[in-house]
């Protein structure tokens, strides 16, 4: 048997590389994160090959003192622990590992000049090598040189991905360090080339935010967006939720915040997924920007090496607070639906280029004086069947009270297109409304509320499902059982390590498969602490009898029953979308529709 050894120090550094440098976007966070935490204003990256050639930050922070430059290469080497304290901590860096790691398997040069001194140092690291330290010239700050990445440990380069997957991982996460801060300026090139520009914002912070959020997802997002900022109590929720129906295909766009950290938490996903759970299709995504503020030692960011991921002390605080923070904001903006819709409805919109064929020009008529005398009851006799109104469109005569319903938000109904779809006009614009969509809205909320005053019906089971499970699961479930019950699932304890299953929601049939749904939902506590399955799948069967229970397509309806429609939509949440994700209505402006005509 071989004996115990201590692994030399570059050996150390290198397996804590595989850890927290495993790519060239990770090496870059560390540098960056480093510059914020030194006061930099402007960070500025170079890079080359996806950053496997060149990584170059340079920032205009505070800058280190020749002791200071000599230390920061040690591993477990700070300045972000002055009291050694793991749980009140301040900066985005805090482990001491980054700068010898990246020195373990790269060729690593820094150079920077302290605020305080009238010149630089610089000093080199090379494969766990380190050089001493030179005088330089350099500005107030640091610049730090990462040259081929990953030449010490051959093998980690074959796991690299091409330059461009690289870079693009490299730009993503600038962009979400840049999203957390507004008043820092961020430029980054790529070989020799700009990909990146984002001037620092001296406005008030939630507008240097959002400016800052225009900038990197674009002008559609702030415009389809609605204003997150909820406090519970020392819980911040603040950002933008995007409107349900402008939504993207993958969760990529959903940017999370924790004390100006960014993360990729599975609580906080799952908080998003459940707020927007019955406003848009399973696989459809909605674009978030969320960011939640907690005291420091309220939260555990030391649980994993690149930081990525969180611990909160009181998770189901948190999960409380986020998903409340989106339903509210979205049941405030409910109402309305993406602009890109109406953009892309005013686009299938083509003017006419040609005359089409007339219905009189396809045949044959003489040309003498008698014929043209004939001209216009000809005229007339051609045009009359286009005249006449389409079984598929139908006006009705409105009454001076529902005329008078113009101004309401969703305007006066004028007529139904196609049995399905109502047209109501507006002071600036008209409406165009889904009536089977727009129904299967509100008769789906009515249900949700039926469930919400009482206990759901239960059916009983005639032998008890008994589950096999963990003790601490077991009595994680129970402490639940009042809120299972309420849902008509009455769960006990069966004695050691068993739980049984008395009763199940009647909504969810005989074919339940309720040892699953119990499993899933333990599942989900013990990861989350709390659970939206059970509720999920009940709203996902209120979903199917709202679905059957609304107004079909294909019903003529008439003016008062539109007008009840249109009153309805406006006085309940979430009418903006079906059931399923789509919108309801589309609002065409009259300016974009005179566009059309070429009046303006």
């Known amino acids: ?178 999203m957390a801060n507004p008043s820092i300026s961020f430029h980054l090139s790529h070989n020799d080339m700009n990909g990146m520009k984002l001037d620092a914002y001296s406005l008030p912070f939630e507008e240097s935010r959002q400016k800052r959020l225009g900038d990197i997802l674009g002008s559609d997002f702030v415009k389809n967006s609605v204003p997150l900022d909820v406090m519970r109590d020392y819980v911040r929720i603040s950002g933008f939720a995007g409107l349900p129906s402008f939504d993207k295909g993958s969760a990529q766009h959903q940017f999370l915040f924790v004390n100006g950290r960014p993360v990729r938490d599975k609580l906080l996903i799952g908080c998003v997924r459940a707020a927007y759970s ?67 409805a005013l686009g299938s919109f083509k003017p006419q280029t040609s005359m089409p064929s007339l219905p009189f020009s396809r045949g044959h008529y003489s040309t003498s004086s008698s014929g043209y005398g004939n001209l216009a009851e000809r005229m007339e006799q051609s045009y009359a069947p286009l005249m006449q109104p389409a079984p598929s469109a139908r006006a009705e005569i409105q009454t001076p009270e ?27 614009g008209i409406v165009l409304v889904d009536q089977h969509a727009a129904h299967e809205r509100l008769v789906y909320e009515r ?18 499902e008994i589950i096999d499970m963990d003790d601490g699961r077991v009595q994680a479930l129970c402490e639940k059982s009042d809120l299972f019950c309420k849902l008509g699932l009455e769960i006990e304890p069966f004695g050691p390590g068993c739980l049984a299953i008395r009763t199940t929601p009647s909504l969810l049939g005989h074919r339940l498969d309720a040892k699953k749904l119990v499993l899933d939902i333990a599942d989900e506590l013990e990861e989350h602490g709390a659970s939206a399955i059970l509720e999920e799948k009940i709203n ?6 709202a679905c059957h229970g609304s107004v079909r397509s294909g019903r003529r309806m008439n003016v008062d029953e539109m007008d009840a429609l249109l009153r309805q939509m406006e006085a309940t949440e979430n009418s903006g979308y079906c059931n399923h994700g789509r919108p309801t209505y589309i609002h065409l402006s009259l300016k974009d529709i005179e566009k059309l005509f070429q009046r303006r």
């Open 540 to 545: 996902a069967v209120l979903s199917t009898m």
């Open 447 to 464: 249900l949700k509320a039926q469930m919400k005053e009482g206990q759901l019906a239960a059916q009983s089971l005639l032998v008890p």
């Open 402 to 428: 529902i005329a008078s319903h113009e101004s309401y938000p969703l305007g006066a109904p004028r007529a139904q297109l196609h049995e399905n779809y109502i047209i109501a006009q507006t002071p600036d």
């Open 278 to 344: 019955d406003l848009m299709p399973r696989d459809r995504h909605p674009v978030v920007a969320i960011y939640v503020d907690v005291p420091p030692e309220e939260v555990d960011v030391n649980v994993h090496p690149a930081k990525a991921e969180v611990r909160f002390r009181d998770a189901g605080l948190i999960r409380g607070a986020i998903i409340s923070a989106l339903k509210h904001a979205l049941i405030v903006g409910g109402q309305a639906t993406s602009s890109t819709i109406s953009r892309f």
């Open 1 to 178: 048997m071989l004996s115990i050894r201590h692994l030399p120090d570059y050996l150390v550094n290198q397996i804590a590389a595989g850890e927290v440098i495993e790519r060239p976007a990770a090496a870059l966070k560390e540098l960056v994160e480093n510059a914020i935490d030194a006061g930099a204003t402007l960070v500025e990256v170079d890079l080359r090959d996806g950053g496997k050639s060149l990584i170059r930050v340079r920032d205009n922070g505070s800058g280190m003192l020749r002791q200071d430059l000599e230390a920061c290469i040690e591993r477990h080497a700070t300045s972000k622990l002055n009291d050694d304290d793991l749980v009140n901590i301040q900066h985005l860096g805090f482990r001491g590992e980054a700068l010898p790691s990246i020195g373990s398997v790269a060729r690593l040069t820094i150079t920077t000049r302290h605020k305080d001194e009238d010149s630089g140092w610089t000093l080199c690291v090379e494969g766990g090598k380190k050089s001493t330290t030179t005088p330089a010239p350099h500005p107030k700050g640091t610049s730090v040189e990462v040259r081929d990445l990953f030449y010490a440990t051959p093998a980690r380069l074959k796991f690299l991905k091409t330059d461009r997957a690289e870079y693009s991982a490299i730009k993503d996460m600038l962009n979400r360090i840049a």
